[in-house]
């Protein structure tokens, strides 16, 4: 993804006001003309449309952290393969699909801290072994969503909600 399929992402997500702010972001990076680091946070982006980042294969950080997002579609991600890090915190999200981190097993850290998300399916980071850490705290989780299987898991916060199972 060069430089003006960035501006057509952001025409997408209709930011492409917001072109030269993200494109001179210390985390926006190019690496051999492909985009391995993309920063989207405080934009005020409330809709992503499906398919916006299909072009993003490279992309191994997504930080969408401070924008107005209630809902992501379950397939929103699928061609992120490479991707280490997503920050999603700072958002108004009440749930995520089950399938939404699928395909994303390279994944190391999750932010979904500050948000409104009240239920997590159980299996969510059900394949997700790389995962180190994961930041759940700040929201209105009353359970927990199954991590036995994250065996690379170093540190989740789950501070500021009211769990009454894990």
């Given at each position: ?49 499906i ?29 992120l ?5 997503i ?80």
């Open positions: 993804m060069d430089v003006e399929d960035l501006r057509l992402l952001l025409s997408r997500i209709d930011k492409e006001d917001q072109f030269d702010e993200v494109v001179n972001r210390e985390e926006t990076q190019y690496l051999d003309n492909d985009l391995i680091s993309l920063d989207l946070s405080r934009l005020e982006i409330d809709n992503i449309p398919g916006v980042f299909d072009l993003l294969s490279e992309l191994i950080y997504l930080d969408l952290s401070g924008n107005n997002l209630f809902s992501l579609s379950n397939s929103i991600f699928h061609h393969e490479n991707l280490n890090y920050n999603l915190s700072h958002n108004k999200l009440k749930t995520l699909p089950r399938d939404i981190f699928w395909n994303m097993n390279k994944l190391r850290v999750i932010g979904l801290h500050k948000n409104l998300l009240n239920n997590l399916a159980d299996d969510i980071f059900e394949h997700l072994e790389d995962l180190e850490q994961l930041n759940l705290e700040g929201n209105n989780l009353s359970k927990i969503p199954n991590i036995e299987d994250l065996i690379n898991l170093e540190i989740i916060n789950i501070k500021n909600n009211p769990i009454t199972q894990f």
